[in-house]
């Protein structure tokens, strides 16, 4: 229902239509409601679809009206422009009385009383074509008009109008799909299962946005448009974060593990965690290395003040794993790292991923984390440069495991599974030989897990 | 992967829906029971969605016969707040969906049949659909005492309700639906459709509770298969076509095209909750802080699922009025959703001042406005 389109119909069409019609230019229409059925005299009105000023095309919804158990959709006989709604909400309209007033063009049609189902007149193949879908078109005649100028099937054509009509854009969509000409990307986001992700990767581009349009006769009209919506909510809290963690001076720290043997140990672990009903990822031996590291380099799991006057070093690692969820990114932490074992932090993972997925994360599973890891290499990516959480003051993105060829101590080449690390850390407090000794600890736990047994808690 | 039997039912459809698209008086075929595979109740609203929006009925009638797994389904207009208890049916994972055609609460399961008769505007006739199903049960079990109210409810013993009644008029098309309790946990039902909030003003459609019986309760050889049955022989009798159910799985694309958008949108938070009429919580609640008890005034407006006025009132001094505030600000436009305001809570904790005490305070204040939602 965009002013914009009207106004390109009414150019375009004026000189083709040709009717005689009793009404005036721009006359008001008094739309009264009409018979319901069953005797009913009087109805409530539940919801306005329209409000003064909007336009309307002949079959669009106006109002949502309800009787004793019945929601009835009332939808408009005639285009043009809402002039007066009669009722507010909740309000008792009849039978028979005006609903709306509307100014309709004079110059289009106005429906009959009886709604006829329109069926094009095209060949009989085409007819046919149509039976066969089972179902009939909805199209206004200005939308009809066009999609035989352009030789295209209504049947063809997915309408996304109300009740499924083809709308002009609907047939400008399917010409620019024929065309192979760019189309702008769907305003719905894909449904991502959850998964940890960090904040500031993007997906890798797609291929379809590099095709070349090929030249075609009649210029195409772009019909979508723009949508601004307020930042409200969680975003709203987000944005208030992000800000104050773009405060932080950032220093980054990257470099790539060997998780062969890991790789290995995993496989041998997962059925004994399937017995006790725990799936068992990378992540707990992740989190699990962090923990010791972070026994030997508690500045890492510290906090500081506003001012950078105090800094406090925590006692408990609750380490957080990011999670992209319905609202967006959240990130619940595993508590007490330090005295739980691999298994046990498995345990804690599966329960945070289902209560994250169902959307129930409760204020403290959300709250007190001192130190984050990202896994952004599930969705994918290898380097990241991942934004420290306040009040924490280092962050671990975790790029995907790929299978690289590397040297082995005898000069030759063997496949690896080696997987990219970026941390980030808050320079005001931590100096680069500190995180990349970290790192290296962290790192060497990893590449050798035999080693982790001996520092175990 | 097409397996033989769905084919065969797909060129039914299609032979059945084209006959019918081509505008024949084709008397024969009058009529079309269906019955959904799916037991989701999204999917089958959107059946139901599909066929309003797509099928012609000038010269026929459709009837759809539909089971859900536990689902709580809430009428047009209605206030899920008001109307059942969230809170339990998330910890029990039952579903929670709006329908487009109007009335009040019911609960459904595997026990609770549904009927959805489809016809033209004109031939729209709530008392003639139910006075069939009535006819039908009698025919099963003569000794039945069921009869039709004028409320459009279905009666057992005069005393117990086994059915509740909607209905949708669009433009061209309009169907009316009911349920039928065979034999539905009655235990669930009562919990689920009982809701815990209190101080709720609001102008949405509000249910009529009613006491319920299943049909298994009354005649233990009863099941849901034979009233289906029964009530599609009678469908069939009364409107002279085949007695043949036609299966249909409400995710096929080829038969019900554009059929999964329409399943989508009955699953939005924008649909399911945010078409809830305007309505306010006025209420207190006591929380207890180290071993203090404390009274808490809460006043929230809720426009389209989203908060639009929040007053929070606290102790004073308890909380810094800036962080309550901050809250209260940070509330408005936001979901009223606790899993929305969890996550909002805990992020702004991280950017005020770093002190157990408040924090603590902070996170008791929101679990307990969480429990409002």
């Given amino acids: 229902m965009s002013i914009f389109d009207k106004s390109a119909f009414k150019f375009s069409h004026q000189h083709r239509l040709f009717r005689t019609s009793a009404i005036s230019n721009g006359q008001i229409v008094q739309f009264k409601l009409s018979d319901i059925g069953e005797g009913i005299t009087e109805v409530t009105v539940k919801e306005w679809y329209v409000k003064e000023g909007d336009s309307v095309s002949q079959f669009d919804s106006i109002c949502e009206v309800q009787s004793d158990k019945a929601s009835v959709t009332i939808t408009s006989r005639y285009d043009g422009i809402i002039r007066k709604l009669h009722y507010n909400l909740d309000e008792i309209a009849y039978v028979g009385k005006p609903l709306v007033d509307i100014e309709t063009d004079a110059l289009k049609d106005v429906a009959s009383e009886e709604d006829v189902v329109e069926t094009p007149a095209v060949s009989h193949e085409e007819h046919t074509h149509q039976e066969i879908k089972g179902h009939k078109t909805l199209a206004t005649p200005a939308v009809r008009r066009l999609a035989m100028e352009n030789n295209i099937k209504l049947s063809e054509v997915v309408g996304t109008g109300k009740d499924n009509r083809i709308l002009k854009e609907d047939i400008l969509n399917y010409l620019a799909k024929q065309t192979g000409a760019i189309l702008p990307p769907s305003p719905k986001p894909e449904i991502i299962p959850p998964l940890p992700k960090s904040e500031t990767a993007p997906a890798a581009p797609k291929d379809k946005g590099t095709k070349i349009p090929i030249p075609i006769s009649k210029p ?57 009903g725990v799936k068992l990822s990378f992540m707990p031996f992740f989190i699990k290395a962090a923990s010791l590291g972070l026994l030997h380099y508690p500045i890492l799991n510290a906090s500081v003040d506003e001012n950078c006057q105090n800094i406090t070093y925590k ?114 407090i931590i100096d680069g030989a500190t995180m990349a000794r970290f790192s290296n600890l962290w790192k060497s736990y990893l590449e050798n897990p035999a080693s982790m047994l001996i520092d175990l808690k | 992967m ?42 089958n609203l959107a059946v139901e969605d599909w066929i309003h929006d797509n099928m012609n009925l000038e010269n026929r009638q459709v009837l759809f016969l539909w089971r859900n797994s536990p689902t709580v389904v809430i009428g047009r207009h209605q206030n899920p707040w008001q109307e059942c208890n969230l809170k339990i049916m998330r910890k029990k994972n039952i579903k929670l969906a709006r329908r487009r055609s109007g009335g009040g609460t ?244 991280r950017i005020c001042p770093q002190n157990y005490e408040l924090h603590s305070k902070w996170s008791l204040l929101c679990e307990n406005v969480m429990t409002l939602m």
């Fill in chain 2, 2 to 43: 097409v397996i033989p039997s769905s084919l065969k039912n797909c060129f039914q459809l299609f032979y059945v829906l084209k006959i019918s698209a081509a505008g024949f008086k084709y008397t024969a075929n009058r009529g079309l029971i269906l019955q959904s595979v799916s037991s989701d109740v999204y999917q």
């Fill in chain 1, 220 to 276: 195409i009209v772009f019909a979508g448009k723009d949508k601004t919506e307020a930042v409200t909510g969680f975003h709203k809290a987000m944005v208030k974060t992000m800000t104050a963690a773009l405060k932080i001076p950032h220093f980054g720290y990257c470099d790539e593990i060997d998780l062969t043997q890991l790789v290995q140990l995993r496989e041998e672990l997962k059925p004994l965690a399937q017995v006790r």
């Fill in chain 2, 106 to 349: 019911v609960y459904h399961d595997l026990g609770n049949i549904n009927f959805t008769f489809f016809t033209s505007k004109k031939k729209y006739e709530r008392m003639e659909n139910l006075k069939l199903v009535v006819r039908a049960l009698k025919g099963l079990r003569p000794q039945l005492d069921v009869r039709a109210t004028d409320r459009y409810d279905l009666l057992l013993d005069g005393n117990f309700k086994i059915s509740g009644t909607a209905a949708k008029l669009g433009r061209t098309v309009a169907y009316h639906h009911c349920t039928l309790l065979c034999s539905a946990d009655r235990f669930i039902l009562s919990s689920v459709l009982k809701s815990p909030y209190k101080g709720i003003k609001s102008n949405a459609t509000p249910s009529m509770p009613a006491l319920v019986k299943n049909l298994f309760e009354e005649d233990p050889t009863l099941t849901c298969e034979m009233v289906m049955d029964a009530v599609a022989a009678e469908y069939a009798r009364c409107h002279q076509i085949d007695h043949r159910i036609t299966l249909i799985n409400p995710a096929d694309e080829i038969v019900f095209p554009g059929i999964n958008n329409k399943t989508k949108e009955l699953q939005t938070w924008e649909w399911i909750y945010g078409k809830t009429p305007k309505f306010s919580i006025s209420t207190c609640f006591n929380m207890v802080y180290e071993q203090s008890l404390l009274e808490v005034k809460v006043d929230i407006h809720v426009k389209h699922g989203r908060i639009e006025v929040c007053n929070i009132d606290l102790p004073e001094q308890w909380l810094p009025p800036a962080m309550c505030n901050e809250l209260e600000k940070n509330l408005i436009g936001s979901k009223f959703c606790p899993s929305e305001t969890t996550a909002l809570a805990s992020a702004l904790l």
């Fill in chain 1, 315 to 428: 006692a408990s690692h609750n380490i957080g794993v990011a999670m992209d969820t319905e609202q967006g990114l959240i990130v619940p932490n595993v508590k007490n790292v330090q005295v739980c074992s691999v298994f046990e932090i498995a345990s804690e993972l599966n329960r945070l991923l289902t209560l994250g997925s169902a959307g129930q994360l409760g204020t403290n599973d959300l709250t007190g984390g001192t130190f984050t890891l990202s896994n952004i290499g599930t969705i994918g990516g290898t380097y990241a440069k991942p934004v420290i959480l306040p009040p924490e003051v280092a962050i671990g993105a975790l790029g995907k495991i790929q299978v690289l060829p590397r040297f082995n101590g005898n000069g030759e080449v063997f496949k690896a599974q080696i997987m990219n690390v970026s941390w980030s850390a808050d320079h005001r």
